[in-house]
């Protein structure tokens, strides 16, 4: 395989890369490749102005269809035997958002469901003008 080069910059420094992808990092590399894929190429593409969809657009099957046709236009170039499934995405409550991030910092489920429902209180309390000391007392 040959070298993949690269010239950029980071900041003020310019940089000339160079490297031979390691065959142990292929699948490795594949997984960064489509996160990134369908993270900032697939969006661009998806909801550009001539497309007729827009990011808030409620879920449809006109919609479903859409990303899928880019989708396997984009990933195609890439990747073989692509398969896209779409659904409606539902926003979690704030309840439940605070619940999972204080579950990824490793705190018991109970735990997470104390000091979710504590700290939306306070932030629901702060927003109404109260004071963290009048919500604690």
Same mark, same amino acid.
Do not use: C
């Given at each position: 395989?040959?070298? *993949? ?5 980071? $900041? ?15 699948? #490795?590399?594949? #997984?960064?490749?489509?996160? %990134? ?5 697939? &969006?661009? =593409? ?9 990011? !808030?657009?409620? %879920?449809?099957?006109?919609? =479903? ?10 990933? $195609? ?14 926003? &979690?409550? &704030? *309840?439940?958002?605070?619940?999972? !991030?204080?579950? $990824? ?23 109404? $003008?109260?004071?963290? #000391?009048?919500?604690?007392?």
């Amino acid at each position: 395989m040959d070298a *993949i080069k690269l010239n950029t910059r980071l $900041g003020n420094s310019t940089l000339k890369l160079s490297g031979v992808l390691r065959n142990d990092k292929i699948k #490795e590399i594949a #997984e960064f490749a489509l996160q %990134y894929l369908t993270w900032h190429v697939w &969006p661009a =593409s998806a909801y550009s102005k001539d497309s007729g969809f827009k990011r !808030d657009d409620e %879920y449809s099957d006109a919609l =479903s269809d859409h990303l899928k046709s880019e989708g396997q236009t984009l990933l $195609g170039k890439f990747f073989t035997d692509v398969k896209i499934e779409t659904a409606k995405w539902d926003k &979690p409550s &704030p *309840i439940a958002k605070l619940i999972k !991030d204080f579950l $990824g910092l490793g705190f018991s489920e109970d735990e997470a469901k104390v000091m979710a429902a504590d700290t939306l209180k306070k932030l629901q309390a702060k927003n109404n $003008g109260a004071t963290e #000391e009048a919500v604690d007392a």
